[in-house]
């Protein structure tokens, strides 16, 4: 090789270097905007007088219309109390955490198991896809009003995105039961780009505690 093209792909190589380099900077020194957390809007909304199961089958026991509605809307809990699992006194049992997107296998998280793994076990998510998350739960022993699932989400210790999905309120089942959330865009873009970590909390009108866990996602340019 002459002199001249070895300095020029010299050259060529030292400025694809220093492209990669400050492109690696670039990345690691994003500038994130943190979400401002906002307090909860006070209400004067008061969840109903709870009720057992046995005490709503019990009302009004004598009209044949409303029994049958209540048949068909409690469904095999109307005979009794439907208990799942006898070991576990809560009354919602939070079973798995699923990704749905577009052309994409489900992507499952296990959430009977060791909760403080699952932090270990990042989702991969490409950047601008929409998807949803379904949640899959059990509900025994009692019925459950106002179900709630609230996520927030962190990026480098800053929260980045908060949201609060009303789940509603569900009779005991054997069957296991799900609630979808509405279609998210996931975000895209170099400053998108990177590891994100999730608190997610299942709970209730009257703030039960149903299941807390932490789990993560790397946005990438591509699901690989």
Same mark, same amino acid.
């Given at each position: ?36 957390? $906002? ?7 008061? #969840? ?9 089958? $019990? ?8 029994? @049958?509605?209540?048949?068909?809307? !409690? ?10 699992? #006898? %070991? /576990?006194? @809560?009354?919602? !049992?939070?079973?798995?955490?699923? =990704? ?8 499952? =998280?296990?959430?009977?198991?060791? !909760? ?13 896809? +929409? ?26 210790? =800053? !929260? ?39 608190? +997610? ?6 703030? %039960? ?8 996602? /790397?946005?990438?340019?591509?699901? %690989?």
């Amino acid at each position: 090789m002459k002199q001249g093209h070895l300095i020029r792909a010299v050259l060529v190589s030292l400025a694809a270097a220093r492209e990669g380099r400050d492109k690696m900077a670039e990345e690691e020194n994003v500038q994130i905007d943190p979400v401002v957390e $906002e307090e909860e809007e006070s209400t004067t909304y008061k #969840p109903p007088p709870e009720k057992s199961l046995q005490e709503m089958i $019990e009302t009004d026991k004598e009209d044949e219309s409303l029994r @049958k509605y209540k048949e068909t809307l !409690l469904g095999s809990s109307a005979a009794g109390a439907v208990v799942v699992d #006898p %070991n /576990n006194p @809560k009354r919602v !049992l939070v079973r798995k955490l699923v =990704l749905l997107a577009e052309g994409q296998p489900e992507k499952e =998280l296990d959430l009977t198991g060791d !909760l403080d793994a699952l932090k270990d076990e990042a989702f991969t998510i490409k950047e601008g896809i +929409s998807y949803k998350i379904r949640i899959d739960f059990h509900v025994q022993r009692e019925i459950v009003t106002g179900m709630k699932y609230i996520q927030r989400t962190f990026r480098k210790g =800053l !929260l980045v995105d908060k949201m609060t999905h009303m789940v509603g309120s569900y009779a005991p089942k054997e069957e296991v039961q799900s609630y979808t959330t509405p279609i998210e865009d996931a975000p895209s873009g170099l400053i998108a780009r990177g590891h994100y970590t999730v608190k +997610s909390l299942f709970t209730d009108d009257d703030n %039960n505690e149903h299941l807390k866990w932490e789990w993560s996602f /790397n946005i990438k340019k591509d699901w %690989n």
